[in-house]
């Protein structure tokens, strides 16, 4: 009995000696002293395989789908804003182009009344002329009985253009002496109206 006592002592003694080197080894691994799995692969913790469900998605991929989901709704409302920006600056180019066209309209305009202007002093420069031909052609007392009905710009001009034509031809004008033979109060205006004809006309040669 003794016998059976003391191995039934040294298998509980083995025991308690195992169970205090394991405690201890577990207490130097957790302190990382030691590192159990170098020496006991078993040991060795494997990170946990996660399938990938479709239907399921993980946290990291629910976290990619809001962060496109928000940079989605970002992109939109940049463009969004752009076009609100493009169509401001549409309108404000349409404006322009609009009274570009106002503007461009009216030089056309004044440019067609400038025309129609100068064809109609064209055709007054030739009827003047005409009528300077005609009056120096006529003896003067029917010459002075036309005139007397026109008026004071008209005759002006026919007076300063057969003026005009003496001086180029080279003969004495017959002007000075048609105007004697019209009224004094009259003849006094038309004179005057004449030097101040020949010194706008002068000034504009000059200007040229």
Do not use: C
Not at 118 to 137: D, G, H, L, T
């Amino acid at each position: 009995m003794n016998n059976l006592s003391d191995k039934v002592k040294i298998v509980y003694l083995s025991l308690v000696v195992l169970f205090s080197m394991g405690v201890f080894i577990y207490f130097l691994d957790a302190w990382n002293i030691i590192r159990l799995h170098e020496y006991l692969p078993f040991l060795d913790k494997e990170p946990p395989i996660v399938e990938i469900d479709e239907d399921n998605p993980t946290e990291l991929e629910l976290q990619k789908i809001r962060k496109d989901q928000e940079r989605l709704i970002e992109e939109e409302i940049r463009l969004k804003e752009l076009s609100e920006k493009l169509e401001g600056e549409k309108a404000e180019m349409e404006q322009k182009l609009e009274e570009i066209q106002e503007m461009k309209q009216g030089l056309e305009e004044q440019v067609a009344m400038l025309e129609q202007t100068k064809v109609k002093e064209k055709n007054r420069e030739k009827k003047v002329k005409a009528m300077a031909q005609r009056i120096y052609s006529m003896p003067p007392d029917d010459s002075v009985a036309i005139v007397a009905g026109w008026s004071n710009t008209d005759l002006v001009e026919v007076f300063v253009q057969m003026e005009k034509d003496a001086q180029q031809e080279g003969r004495q004008s017959i002007v000075p002496y048609l105007m004697t033979k019209l009224p004094r109060d009259r003849a006094a205006v038309i004179t005057s109206l004449m030097l101040d004809e020949k010194i706008g006309m002068d000034e504009t040669d000059q200007s040229l």
